[in-house]
């Protein structure tokens, strides 16, 4: 496959000053702080738990209940998930979380152990009982657990479990200076070993990667683009499916997101702290036209495509201001807390690679923290270790 080069001119992986950002040759990336880490894995928890109520509400019933989600709702305010805690993360952080542990006592991603570890969290967490799981992952971990290879038991993933797990591939390959697209493809293999799947998964992964550098947009774009075509060139075979780098293509073209984000810096500028106060109504009227446009034209399913799309629409809408990010995730309707979790990683990596602190409120941190005994610092620490 020719190389293609990215919008800075350098080749995927690599900054404008041609550094390599563990590449395919696993050359050894840019030092990753502890700060870096701990603001994505608890930007991911904030927006899946911000997310998790209003999961599978259409657009209309959240906007209509509660217009842009600002606070971590009650129980009896989710139409869905009314029995699980205020502030509860889901199998999103869990399995994340689950990943990242056992890539970093192993030193590698690979296929077998990523789906024995699965089976481990499955089980553990009652995530069949509690219906907790994906259809694609509860299919294949079954499979394999019958004796399916895992490199088989994948072959019908196409919803998002694979993007969703992404992240955790991406962040060891990221610390440990590993060759990313090596380490994501091992990660959805047991799961989610689909043309479907491994486009919107590696664009995503590759966009994070970006992100974590310190990469301007368009090197974050670029870099989506050929991981979305590593993805697709990874696949056993080709399916028909939308296109993660189509969609978001479309989206930047539409001009949504710039227009969004130019009015915001506006009112930025004119003294108002951002989301601190009320949100000018012209600013807001845009905000509210991003997420109709995301769901109605690109849909919010489970399919890999669609939550990778609206994570990445609605990065280059926010970019560095996470609480937006996550906020929008949860107002978008379908698979919220997913698409929450993406996009506030995605935010938060730009953000702190920048130089910029995370702006998600310390209560809403604090109370998603506590309540789900998320230790980070231990974790970062193996890791990094």
């Known amino acids: 496959m020719r190389q293609q080069k990215g919008a800075d001119g350098g080749l995927p992986g690599q900054g404008r000053d041609g550094r390599a950002a563990q590449d395919m040759r696993g050359s050894p990336p840019r030092e990753i702080s502890p700060e870096l880490l701990r603001g994505i894995l608890t930007a991911y928890s904030v927006g899946d738990a911000l997310g998790m109520p209003t999961e599978f509400m259409t657009r209309q019933e959240i906007d209509s209940n509660f217009g842009l989600v600002d606070r971590l709702l009650e129980p009896g305010e989710s139409q869905n998930h009314p029995n699980i805690p205020q502030a509860s993360v889901t199998d999103d952080t869990e399995q994340i979380c689950a990943l990242l542990d056992e890539y970093a006592e192993r030193g590698r991603v690979d296929a077998k152990h990523t789906a024995q570890r699965l089976l481990r969290w499955m089980r553990e967490s009652g995530a069949v009982e509690k219906k907790y799981i994906g259809p694609s992952s509860k299919a294949a971990l079954e499979a394999i657990e019958r004796g399916e290879p895992p490199e088989r038991a994948g072959l019908g993933g196409t919803t998002c479990g694979g993007v969703m797990r992404s992240p955790a591939a991406t962040l060891f390959a990221v610390a440990r200076g590993k060759p990313l697209a090596e380490c994501v493809h091992a990660c959805l293999l047991p799961t989610h070993n689909t043309h479907l799947a491994l486009e919107p998964a590696m664009g995503y992964a590759y966009a994070l990667r970006a992100a974590m550098l310190g990469e301007s947009d368009e090197t ?5 683009e050929s991981g979305a075509i590593e993805g697709a060139r990874r696949a056993p075979y080709p399916m028909c499916g939308p296109s993660l780098a189509a969609r978001v293509s479309d989206f930047t ?19 108002e702290a951002r989301f601190q106060t009320p949100v000018a109504a012209g600013v807001r009227d845009d905000i509210e036209a991003t997420l109709d446009f995301i769901y109605t034209v690109y849909g919010t399913t489970l399919a890999s495509v669609d939550v990778a799309s609206a994570a990445l629409c609605i990065f280059l809408t926010a970019r560095d201001d996470t609480w937006l ?33 995370l702006n998600i409120p310390d209560d809403v941190v604090g109370e998603v923290l506590q309540k789900n005994r998320l230790d980070f610092g231990s974790l970062i620490g193996r890791l990094l270790s």
């Open 325 to 357: 990010a996550v906020r929008m995730g949860a107002s978008v309707g379908g698979d919220t807390d997913t698409i929450a979790a993406l996009a506030g990683a995605l935010s938060a990596a730009r953000a702190i690679a920048s130089g910029r602190p």
């Open 253 to 271: 073209a539409s001009n949504l997101g710039a227009r969004l984000s130019t009015a915001r810096n506006v009112q930025t500028q004119a003294g």
């Open 220 to 224: 974050i774009l670029a870099e989506m």
